[in-house]
């Protein structure tokens, strides 16, 4: 078969649009360019803005994950004032920040990744009619499940929140509503709700269960439910030797509340967990449609090449962690906060594992939920009085489901005169940096199964879902 | 056109019953505050009208829309009307990719020429000849242009599509604009929000494909029956308004009587839209009611009136409000005097604003 390249989009079950060129040698994939073909400028759409209106117009970057941008951006204002949330406040911002995360995780695995397991490509396989029934785009049960139990779940945001997506609630001082002992009860029929969903249908057994499997032995013995398919395809597949990542992961730890985080911050390597500084970090832009020089966020600036010179081929800029690439997700929480389960699949590193730590996180999200409803005292403070100051710099550093997402800002004479977001998508699917070191995804996809009859490759569309891109938060 | 089933077939072939149909078609009417001798009127149409199929496309936006749109309450949303208008094509939520879905769209553009909805999500960028916005290598205007040539009506969903919003915001970085500003021989009916409120989203589709016409849209093209009052006009925090009860810092013990927050910069005043009615995921809550100013999501340019949490200045119906509390106490005839005051003073003022904003543009 002779060499060929690929042009594999638009990738359709993926939050926003996304390009992906592959050269093709000997059947596998020999090369991959990650084209992020969105622009919006929110950037250069905040400058000159009061601060504040940061809080409403971030999270307009993703209506999937907006209250993710509005946790970073309450946090970097916070940080410009030098204050913090009030203690509870911080609470109720953390209970709706992870009801967000498990609601993205649950709309990744029913609508975005499974359905492509239903396709007729893989019509013979043993699971296959299990896979049509349960995950058919649009119409498999499991998807209707799935999609009643997620608008179910969202009533706490919109309880607590007035709205999702968009939610305002979330603010550098707290939370704008105060719950009552009447939510505190509305919340807990909700969550039950939900854990009744998570076992009935997508674990087959307590969620505590999943959440106490202890390495990669006691994953592959896990038959039950949703997740038990999945298992099971991808042992087929052999999906855990598939899309290998960087092998270094990073989390900005999830869930700031008044106990700490309930998922540590740092970084994962050959096994090893440590630190995190993010004074490390600085996004390139050789491979990027973007003019200037590499710098910290702080230092940043977006100034798109409307030219969009040769050489370059995205819009989306390259972070890097002290000049490597990183991957982010729940795979990342999941090694760094030291969960055995977590620790074994981020040594396996592929399709599978990316998958499988979601379903963990999803478990141990909810268990977390749960404590943080208990704890919720009615009559305490949410929102501490907080004024923005004059001039001031801060960075807000949160965990959005998809993984890793700074925002950095500086205030000069009580204007916005700097804002830079670093979004998880932006860490996984960046180009290539000054050195050509290809992005995590970019790198994943060497070495893919490609078909001599196959254009739209399904080795790739695996890879490129277990990502769980969003690719409008990727250049916002 | 005979090939085409009708909706009750597909219904039918979702597996959903008689009973849960008819349960739907009086849901439906309800809904859309039609009386129940619609009932059989709707459910006539849908057995008997091959079903309208609907292409949904996006530009630059942030799925916002469409993460409303399923999570909506409306009557069996869930199982009939994504199964009814069954997205013939949509960017998010469908099986194929790359080149197999291009041409599924193709297929039903062709298939169902002249007979389709296409469903805007998001707006098309012109600056750099397009470039900010490539979907299947091209320039998502161009795909737009073509979606919209054979389509029988247009629905700009959301405050992009229908205004810009925030990509469009100062200083408009890509020159992201709104549907109607580039397709402008079809009738377009928008459906402002950011995001609109599912229910208005599955109404405002049911309407459509029920009656197959537009529904009654206001002078800005907004349907009439979810977009004719303020938010303020149907809140429950108005008593405290009228009585001049604010909430003068966040979570203060004004804020947790649930006071009135048009001191915290509410939008509520001048936003047509039906929060303050049909509310939030499930009829759960709305922004107000979390304690947070409405920000005025639906109106055109909302992004650049200032800041968010700045109070609402130009706002002479304060006059009005206290004259009609006054005038309550007088004769019924005056009311009515007062009430058709009030209405023409706010249409003057909403022609005054246009006329600021497009003084600004120039």
């Given amino acids: 078969m002779s060499d060929r390249t690929l042009l594999v989009g638009p990738f359709n079950r993926v939050e926003g649009d996304l390009e992906i060129r592959l050269d093709v040698a000997d059947g596998r994939v020999s090369a991959a360019y990650a084209n992020s073909p969105l622009f919006r400028g929110f950037e250069r759409i905040l400058l000159g803005k009061q601060p504040q209106d940061a809080l409403t117009i971030t999270p307009r970057i993703c209506g999937i994950c907006s209250i993710s941008q ?10 410009c004032a030098g204050e913090q949330a009030a203690p509870e406040g911080a609470r109720i911002a953390a209970l709706l920040h992870g009801v967000e995360n498990l609601a993205d995780h649950l709309t990744h695995f029913y609508l975005f990744f499974m359905p492509d397991f239903a396709r007729p490509e893989y019509a013979g396989r043993a699971w296959h009619d299990r896979a049509v029934a349960r995950f058919t785009a649009l119409q498999g049960s499991g998807l209707r499940a799935a999609t009643e139990a997620r608008a179910g779940l969202f009533h706490i945001v919109g309880l607590l929140g007035g709205k999702w997506p968009h939610t305002l609630a979330i603010q550098p001082g707290g939370v704008t509503r105060a719950p009552t002992a009447r939510d505190k009860v509305r919340i807990g029929a909700d969550l039950r709700a939900f854990r009744r969903f998570l076992e009935a249908e997508l674990f087959g057994a307590p969620v505590e269960d999943f959440a106490a499997l202890d390495g990669a032995g006691a994953l592959d013995r896990w038959a039950g439910g949703d997740a038990g398919l999945f298992l099971s395809i991808a042992e087929d597949l052999d999906l855990a030797a598939l899309g290998p990542g960087p092998g270094r992961l990073m989390s900005f730890g999830a869930y700031p509340g008044p106990e700490g985080t309930v998922f540590a911050r740092g970084t994962w ?140 800002c500086r205030i000069e004479d009580g204007r916005l005169a700097s804002y830079q977001i670093v979004a998880p998508t932006t860490w996984n699917f960046s180009p290539r940096d000054a050195s050509g070191t290809p992005g995590p995804v970019e790198a994943a996809l060497v070495g893919a199964p490609v078909g001599p009859d196959e254009d739209t490759p399904l080795s790739v569309q695996h890879i490129v879902r277990s990502f769980d891109p969003c690719m409008v938060c990727t250049v916002h | ?216 849209l206001d002078r800005q093209g907004r349907p009439a029956m979810f977009y004719s009052q ?92 206290a004259n009609a509390d006054k005038v309550g106490l007088a004769a019924a005839g005056v009311v009515g005097a007062g009430v058709a005051a009030h209405a023409a003073i706010s249409a003057l003022k909403a022609a005054q604003k246009k006329t600021q904003s497009s003084k600004e543009e120039a």
């Avoid at chain 1, 963990?360 to 907080?386: D, G, H, N, S, V």
């Avoid at chain 2, 849908?46 to 999570?71: A, D, N, Q, Y």
């Avoid at chain 2, 001048?270 to 109106?299: K, L, M």
């Avoid at chain 2, 909302?302 to 800041?307: A, E, H, L, P, T």
């Fill in chain 1, 269 to 408: 390597e050959a096994g090893r967990i440590g630190p995190l500084d993010p004074g490390d970090i600085a996004e390139d832009l050789s491979h990027a449609w973007m003019l200037g020089e590499a710098a910290h966020p702080e230092a940043g600036q977006t100034l798109p090449d409307a030219a969009m010179r040769a050489g370059a081929y995205s819009w989306c800029k390259a972070p890097r962690l002290a000049g490597r690439t990183m991957e982010t997700g729940a795979l990342a929480r999941q090694a760094v906060d030291g969960h055995p389960l977590g620790r074994a699949l981020a040594a396996e590193g592929g399709v599978r594992a990316r998958v499988a730590a979601r379903l963990l996180e999803i478990a141990r999200t909810q268990i977390a939920l749960e404590a943080m409803k208990a704890a919720i005292a009615p009559e305490a403070a949410f929102m501490r009085p907080l004024a923005l100051p004059r001039q001031g710099a801060g960075a807000g550093l949160v965990e959005a489901a998809r993984g890793a997402l700074g925002h950095w």
């Fill in chain 2, 230 to 321: 303020r938010i303020h006009d149907k809140c429950y925090r108005r008593p405290h308004f009228d009585a001049g009860q604010f909430v003068e810092a966040w979570d203060d013990e004004n804020a947790r009587k649930g006071y009135c927050l048009y001191k915290m910069g509410c939008k509520g005043p001048t936003t047509y839209n039906a929060c303050s009615t049909v509310r939030w995921n499930d009829g759960v809550s709305f922004p107000i009611q979390s304690g947070h100013g409405c920000i005025g999501c639906s109106e055109d340019g909302f992004w650049d009136q200032g800041s968010f949490y700045d109070r609402v200045t130009d706002l002479t119906q304060f006059g009005v409000e």
């Fill in chain 1, 70 to 79: 509005s946790a970073a951006a309450a946090l970097a204002l916070a940080a």
């Fill in chain 2, 1 to 216: 056109m005979s090939q085409i089933e009708t909706f009750y077939d597909v219904m039918r072939r979702q597996g959903i019953t008689r009973r849960s149909f008819m349960k739907y078609c009086a849901l439906t009417a309800a809904a859309l505050g039609l009386s129940p001798a619609f009932v059989p009127r709707i459910a006539h149409a849908m057995e008997t009208k091959p079903r309208t199929p609907v292409i949904w496309v996006h530009g630059l936006e942030c799925t916002c829309c469409s993460e409303s749109f399923i999570r909506s309450a409306h009557p069996l949303a869930k199982d009939v009307v994504l199964s009814m208008i069954s997205l013939d094509y949509d960017d998010t939520l469908m099986a194929a990719a790359g080149h197999a879905a291009e041409a599924a769209m193709r297929d039903t553009i062709e298939r169902y020429k002249g007979n389709y909805i296409l469903a805007v999500e998001g707006n098309p960028p012109l600056n750099e000849d397009g470039m900010f916005c490539i979907s299947g290598g091209k320039p998502f205007v161009e795909k737009l242009r073509y979606a919209a040539r054979d389509a029988k009506a247009i629905i700009s969903w959301g405050a992009c599509a229908s205004y810009g919003c925030v990509q469009a915001a100062k200083p408009n970085p890509t020159r992201a604009t709104p549907v109607h500003q580039v397709i402008t021989d079809k009738p377009i009916i928008k459906v402002p929000g950011c995001p609109p409120i599912a229910e208005v989203m599955t109404g405002v589709i049911t309407y459509m494909l029920t009656f197959d016409r537009l529904p009654t």
